[in-house]
């Protein structure tokens, strides 16, 4: 009996190892061949040339993984997804992936090279690792499919060359499908709101100088503008990265967009540049720094969290927010919040530095080398980027979710609104019919269509003024070539890291920013490899169209 | 009489072989359940430990997918040569080198306190509890500690802050977590309260296998309590204390990373830096996996020279070592 036992809890043990090793390679085999057939190019084509529905008829599956979305119950069960099931006879099988761990699984998953899915979808994937991913066979080519299978997505990119340029790399592939915005709304991205009754209270008037600013700042701090005796209000509340682009402009910084948001474009020598290492940088570093010394800066501003920013936003603790929609504040709170429409002025610049280019994003639609029928896959995606198909996606179903109403403009049906007020959240609600959660979507986004929360009245308001103050040249992401992959994943994260943390310090008055200090900062990044990097992205840009 | 003797050598040497074989087939016959109880250990070690090494390869390789392990180009020590060239280098060494050397100056003397300590304790229960109570911290996940930590020294909300100012040590709130000198003071001594009680442990039965008897001749030559803890307790831990410096001494170069990682911020970068988060950030980030491999190897050769170092000294200087 003793014998039995051992031998019975050693092959217990020695199976228990052996099934760690296993489990993967049979969860990779139910995975990838999730009853793909392998009929290549012989698809069922009903509407030639790559439109019509439905685009297959013997119930082809496609394996997508994607980024979820903490709002989403589960992506089948999303009615949007379920009504383009039908549409097009493509069965999509969803692997979804936490939000917060995505990038890290997928760059595992990918690194694995087997059990591929065979669509990555939402991933917000940077164009450089998607190159080098490209490059070891790791994806499909896109690009010879895009002729026949995707006529909307290549009628937008006659329609905006930088859109074009900033699909294809210098190679000529196409390992991406990005997302495309129309409309002030998107092109003008962060936006700037006061708590307009503190202003009237206080007596000031919107800022349009640092001055101003800081002014208005200390009123808040200093005045008790919500009344209840103590002076518990916050100047700045949001986090150091948004009161930045909220001052970019005023020292000239950031005067190409901050899409590509570390390098901008020296006014007086007209070269490429770091947007922080020049001295407008430090002109503007020394004015936070003061700002933060005079306690106008939460002093935990570098333990910020969206969460406690909104707790703030809402029990009346600060006044000024800055982001490119206005969600965070509570329904029954927004009226007491009006939109900035001006600049604020520095010395010598006067422009918004938040705007990015038509081309909002690449890498958020990608296919695997382990898809074995890329044609329909590029199908399914293409009709997003036509303008029903931006319709599906973003607000749902016609007649059930959105309607046109009797003016002629578009708007969410009663019942979708009452359901809005069962849901627990707007992301909650939106996710039960529309597939548009928290962007990186492979889909025109227009803001004469669609009523996400960037299209509300306050950020449609300052966007609308604003869109004439932004940059007249506003670069979009970028492709680069091997070697300067190679160079720039080698240097540049060390670089900003550097950056950043000097930054940090200064701000926080931990360093003096004197000029010998600030010599040794610009050194510094020389020595880790700044020329280097600045020239890889110069050339990139020139390749785009860009003129230095 | 030369030939005569490498004929007795010779047969020595076969007898020896021969004995051996036959007391490993009796041994085997005798316990063979034993046997069959080492194979899980053996095939775990062969699994996880030896096959993975196989994968070091690519740290003189230029790893692409497609190509894969065995594939890919040979390209030498080019990964070395860059990241000893790199501005990282030197900090990243520095920063890994002084939080690691911290942690067992100041850890490891912390257990055997504790287990002195919890050994001095008169009533089993009050032993019993204050052991407990030491080594609970130890089953809290990192990601607890760090929280409760940011906590606690938060300049607004944090007791500690609280408390330094209503005692009057400090005039207005110290931002602990922003500061790069308060780094590595909050590792360590945060280190201490989480383990310190475990570690304590493994002095705690070293200590329960001194012979009591000792301690009572001890008593009745008139030696106080003090003088039994300098010349029975003390030399009774010397051996344990030996060995576990010496294992401890070949992870001198692997800081944790999971605690590293999560006290990282903008503001101590620089000081917070170390080997495994900057193999993090290259491998699973970044996406640069020989390189990454290059600089993992390079800790872990360090890690072995160490311990082949400290083990040497400890043998010359005392009896004790680990072979």
């Known amino acids: ?548 | 009489m030369a030939a005569k003797k490498k004929e007795t050598k010779e047969k020595a040497k076969q007898l020896v072989n021969y004995s051996f074989k036959r007391a490993l087939t009796r041994s085997f016959k005798k316990y063979w359940q034993l046997y069959l109880l080492l194979i899980p250990v053996i095939a775990y070690y062969i699994l996880f430990k030896y096959m993975p090494m196989l994968g070091i390869q690519i740290a003189f390789k230029k790893y692409n997918m497609r190509d894969g392990i065995w594939g890919s180009q040979w390209i030498g020590f080019k990964h070395f040569i860059k990241f000893f060239k790199s501005y990282n280098f030197k900090t990243t060494l520095i920063n890994t080198a002084r939080i690691s050397f911290s942690a067992l100056i100041f850890g490891f003397p912390a257990s055997v306190l504790i287990a002195i300590l919890i050994n001095e304790l008169r009533h089993n229960w009050s032993k019993k509890l204050v052991q407990t109570l030491t080594y609970a911290p130890h089953f809290l996940s990192v990601v607890v500690v760090v929280g409760l930590m940011t906590t606690m020294l938060s300049p607004s909300t944090g007791i500690i802050n609280q408390l330094l100012l209503r005692f009057g040590i400090l005039n207005e709130p110290y931002y602990f977590t922003m500061h790069e000198g308060s780094f590595t003071p909050m590792y360590v001594l945060s280190g201490i309260w989480q383990n310190g009680g475990w570690g304590a442990i493994i002095y705690i039965s070293a200590l329960s296998g001194i012979d009591q008897e000792q301690y009572e001749a001890a008593r009745v030559d008139g030696a106080s309590r003090f003088q039994q803890l300098r010349y029975i307790t003390i030399p009774g831990l010397v051996p344990t204390i030996i060995t576990m410096l010496i294992i401890n001494s070949g992870h001198i170069l692997s800081v944790g990373y999971e605690k590293v990682f999560l006290m990282q911020n903008n503001a101590n970068l620089m000081v917070s830096e170390v080997i495994s988060t900057y193999v993090y950030r290259q491998g699973i980030e970044s996406g640069n996996y020989s390189y990454s491999a290059a600089v993992g190897l390079f800790n872990s050769a360090i890690n072995f020279a160490m311990l082949v170092i400290v083990n040497k000294i400890c043998k010359s200087t005392t009896e004790n070592s680990l072979w």
């Open chain 1, 1 to 548: 009996m003793k014998k039995f036992s051992a031998i019975l809890l050693c092959a217990c043990l020695a199976l228990s190892a052996a099934g760690c090793g296993n489990t993967k390679s049979d969860s990779g085999a139910s995975g990838s061949n999730a009853g793909t057939p392998a009929n290549g190019s012989s698809i069922d084509v009903p509407g030639e040339g790559g439109s019509g529905f439905p685009i297959v008829t013997d119930g082809t599956s496609l394996t997508i993984m994607v980024r979820d979305i903490p709002a989403v119950e589960a992506w089948e069960k999303c009615t949007a997804i379920q009504h383009y099931e039908e549409m097009t006879g493509v069965n999509i099988e969803w692997i979804e992936i936490p939000y917060d761990s995505f990038s890290t699984t997928l760059t595992q998953v990918m690194a694995s090279g087997d059990d591929l899915p065979d669509i990555i979808m939402k991933s917000g994937t940077s164009a450089v690792k998607l190159n080098q991913w490209g490059r070891d066979g790791l994806l499909i080519d896109i690009a010879p499919y895009i002729d026949r299978y995707m006529p909307n997505l290549k009628a937008l990119m006659e329609k905006y060359p930088e859109v074009k340029r900033g699909v294809y790399n210098p190679d000529g592939q196409v390992f991406s499908l990005p997302e495309i915005v129309e409309g002030a709304s998107y092109i003008v991205n962060k936006k700037a709101y006061w708590r307009k009754d503190w202003l009237e209270k206080l007596g000031k008037k919107m800022p349009t100088t640092l001055d101003e600013f800081e002014d208005v700042l200390r009123a808040i701090k200093t005045g008790d503008p919500n009344g209840n005796g103590q002076k518990d209000e916050i100047g700045v509340s949001i986090s150091m990265d948004d009161l930045m682009c909220y001052l970019y402009g005023a020292f000239g910084l950031q005067n190409r967009g901050n899409q590509l948001g570390q390098y901008d474009v020296d006014p007086k020598t007209g070269d490429i540049r770091f947007v922080r290492a020049n001295d407008s940088y430090r002109e503007m570093l020394t004015y936070i720094a003061k700002l933060y010394k005079e306690g106008l800066v939460d002093q935990e501003v570098y333990d910020y969290t969206a969460s406690r920013l909104a707790s703030r936003l809402n029990n009346d603790q600060t006044g000024f927010y800055v982001h490119t929609a206005f969600d965070s504040v509570a329904d029954e709170n927004k009226s007491k919040w009006e939109a900035q429409t001006n600049t604020i002025k520095g010395a010598e610049f006067d422009f918004w530095a938040n705007a990015r280019n038509n081309l909002h994003s690449v890498g958020n639609f990608f296919i695997t080398s382990a898809c074995k029928n890329p044609e329909i896959a590029l199908r399914w995606v293409d009709y997003f980027y036509s303008t029903e198909g931006s319709m599906l996606y973003h607000n749902g179903i016609e007649g059930v979710d959105w309607e046109v109403k009797a003016d002629g403009s578009y708007g969410y049906t009663d019942d979708c609104l009452k359901r809005r007020e069962d849901a627990s959240s707007a992301d909650e609600w939106k996710a039960q019919f529309s597939m548009w959660g928290w962007g990186m979507n492979p889909a025109l986004m227009s803001a004469d269509l669609e009523w996400v929360s960037e299209c509300e009245e306050l950020p449609t308001q300052a966007a609308e003024a604003l869109i004439d103050k932004i940059p007249e040249v506003v670069w979009a992401p970028i492709q680069f070539t091997e070697e300067e992959n190679d160079i720039i994943s080698e240097y540049e994260g060390d670089i900003k890291k550097y950056m950043t943390t000097m930054s940090t310090k200064v701000i926080l008055g931990q360093i003096e920013l004197t000029d010998d200090a600030w010599n040794q900062y610009i050194k510094t990044i020389n020595d880790m490899g700044g020329a280097k990097v600045l020239e890889c992205y110069k050339q990139a840009l020139i390749r785009a169209g860009y003129d230095f």
